[in-house]
Structure formats: structure tokens, C-alpha cells
């Protein structure tokens, strides 16, 4: 199969999973009440508070790259951290923080990639297993793709603009690209996890009520932005 019609049914599946995701269905919510019924509004909605998810992660990304080197590009003025410290310190905090916004902010949207099922609706129809996995590869890439790219592409401005070397540049690459490959594996581990304790779970016992109360906070931001 070619790559642009692969392209074009990861598209189809990454609107599903974008619907779910902000709606919600599988675990049992419905659909808003207010008035939008129309099917196609609410599935543009739900890819626009997507798309608006991904941004406000990659902004914050950007604002910390900033931030953490604010030592290095005030060190004229006066006594502050010496550069030996603050550009290792500087690129540890900000993996640590990319570790945990891809996570936290991608946690909704894998629940929705886990719940949806993908590869048992894509198996019946004629794709082979190849086929099947480059779609799903492709939509849950597309899950993170900007905050992925963004982490990098600011980083790297930031820290060659407080004079970082290319071999620095280079390693912190590295470094980002092996954090998130990490963050992506934990997301997909959480997301299981709370799709099949928490998400679908029926128990009422105290330790499934504080699991369930952790996961609608992760789903209460874009649920309310799509309402």
C-alpha cells in the first residue's frame, strides 16, 4: 500500500481516537447536551481541542527551554551558578520536564489510542499485518508529533543561543530522543493500565476510587473545553 493512502486511513483512525479521547464513549460518558449535535461539529471540535492540547504542551516546553538557562544568559550582570553547572543542570531539568508533560499531557489521548482498539477494527478489512502496523504507528505518532519535534527544535535554538557547542547540541539531542522514546513507552504502559483498572473497572473499593479520581483530572481540561 502506498503512503498516502496509509497516511490518508491514520488520518480517519486519529479522528476517532481524537473523539474518543475528549468524549469519551467507551467509558461510558455521552455526548454534550448543549445543542452541537451535529456528528461532524463535534469531531472537528474534538480534533481542534487536540490540536490546542499539543500547542499549550509545546508552549510550555518552549517557556522552560527559556527559562532553565536564564543563569547562563544573565551571567554578565552579576554572581550567579557558574556555566560548568547550570548547562548540565539545566539540560537534566529540562528532559526531567519533558519526561513528565508528555506523559501527563498524553495520557488522555493513549487511553483513547488503547480503548479504541484499533488493530482489531483495521484486522477484518484487506491490509496486510504490515499495513495495519504502519497505521497504527502513524496515528499514535501523530498523538505527540508536535510536542516531540517542538522539545528539540527549541532546545536546540535556546541552548546555542547561550553559546552551547555542537557536540553539546548533539548529545542533548540524543538525550531528548531517548527521554522521549521513554515517555512514549510509559504513556502506553499508564494508558493500559488505566483502561483496564480504572477507565472500564466497576470496583468501588477505596484504592480504585483514588485511581479514578486521578484519571478524570487528566480528562477534565479538554472534557470541559469541548463542552
Not at 39 to 44: C, H
Not at 193 to 214: H, I, K
Given at each position: 500500500?502506498?503512503?498516502?493512502?496509509?497516511w490518508?486511513?491514520s488520518s480517519?483512525v486519529y479522528?476517532?481516537?481524537?473523539?474518543?479521547?475528549?468524549?469519551?464513549?467507551?467509558?461510558?460518558s455521552g455526548l454534550?447536551q448543549?445543542?452541537?449535535?451535529?456528528?461532524?461539529?463535534?469531531?472537528?471540535?474534538a480534533?481542534?481541542n487536540?490540536l490546542?492540547?499539543?500547542?499549550v504542551?509545546?508552549?510550555f516546553?518552549g517557556?522552560f527551554?527559556?527559562?532553565i538557562?536564564?543563569?547562563?544568559?544573565?551571567?554578565d550582570?552579576?554572581?550567579?551558578?557558574p556555566r560548568e553547572?547550570?548547562?548540565p543542570?539545566?539540560i537534566?531539568?529540562?528532559l526531567?520536564v519533558?519526561?513528565?508533560?508528555?506523559?501527563f499531557?498524553?495520557?488522555?489521548m493513549?487511553?483513547?489510542?488503547?480503548?479504541?482498539?484499533i488493530v482489531?477494527?483495521?484486522?477484518p478489512?484487506?491490509?496486510?499485518?504490515?499495513?495495519?502496523s504502519?497505521?497504527v504507528?502513524?496515528?499514535?505518532?501523530?498523538?505527540?508529533?508536535?510536542?516531540l519535534?517542538a522539545a528539540?527544535v527549541?532546545f536546540?535554538l535556546?541552548f546555542?543561543?547561550?553559546?552551547g557547542?555542537?557536540?553539546g547540541g548533539?548529545?542533548?539531542?540524543?538525550?531528548?530522543?531517548v527521554?522521549?522514546?521513554f515517555?512514549?513507552?510509559l504513556?502506553v504502559?499508564?494508558?493500559?493500565?488505566?483502561?483496564a483498572?480504572v477507565?472500564r473497572?466497576?470496583?468501588?473499593?477505596?484504592a480504585?476510587?483514588?485511581?479514578?479520581f486521578m484519571?478524570?483530572?487528566?480528562w477534565i481540561?479538554?472534557?470541559?473545553?469541548?463542552?
Amino acid at each position: 500500500m502506498k503512503f498516502s493512502e496509509i497516511w490518508r486511513l491514520s488520518s480517519v483512525v486519529y479522528k476517532e481516537v481524537s473523539f474518543q479521547s475528549i468524549f469519551s464513549l467507551r467509558a461510558g460518558s455521552g455526548l454534550p447536551q448543549n445543542g452541537r449535535r451535529d456528528i461532524k461539529q463535534l469531531v472537528a471540535s474534538a480534533k481542534f481541542n487536540t490540536l490546542i492540547s499539543k500547542l499549550v504542551t509545546s508552549v510550555f516546553l518552549g517557556i522552560f527551554a527559556v527559562t532553565i538557562f536564564v543563569p547562563v544568559l544573565f551571567s554578565d550582570l552579576g554572581p550567579t551558578i557558574p556555566r560548568e553547572i547550570a548547562i548540565p543542570g539545566g539540560i537534566s531539568a529540562f528532559l526531567t520536564v519533558v519526561l513528565f508533560l508528555i506523559v501527563f499531557m498524553g495520557l488522555q489521548m493513549s487511553t483513547a489510542f488503547v480503548s479504541s482498539k484499533i488493530v482489531d477494527v483495521l484486522s477484518p478489512l484487506p491490509l496486510s499485518k504490515k499495513d495495519v502496523s504502519r497505521i497504527v504507528f502513524l496515528c499514535f505518532v501523530r498523538i505527540f508529533d508536535i510536542p516531540l519535534v517542538a522539545a528539540g527544535v527549541v532546545f536546540l535554538l535556546v541552548f546555542f543561543l547561550v553559546g552551547g557547542t555542537v557536540l553539546g547540541g548533539v548529545l542533548s539531542i540524543v538525550g531528548i530522543v531517548v527521554t522521549e522514546i521513554f515517555a512514549l513507552s510509559l504513556t502506553v504502559l499508564l494508558a493500559k493500565f488505566f483502561y483496564a483498572r480504572v477507565a472500564r473497572a466497576g470496583g468501588r473499593s477505596m484504592a480504585q476510587t483514588v485511581l479514578r479520581f486521578m484519571f478524570m483530572l487528566v480528562w477534565i481540561l479538554p472534557t470541559f473545553a469541548a463542552y
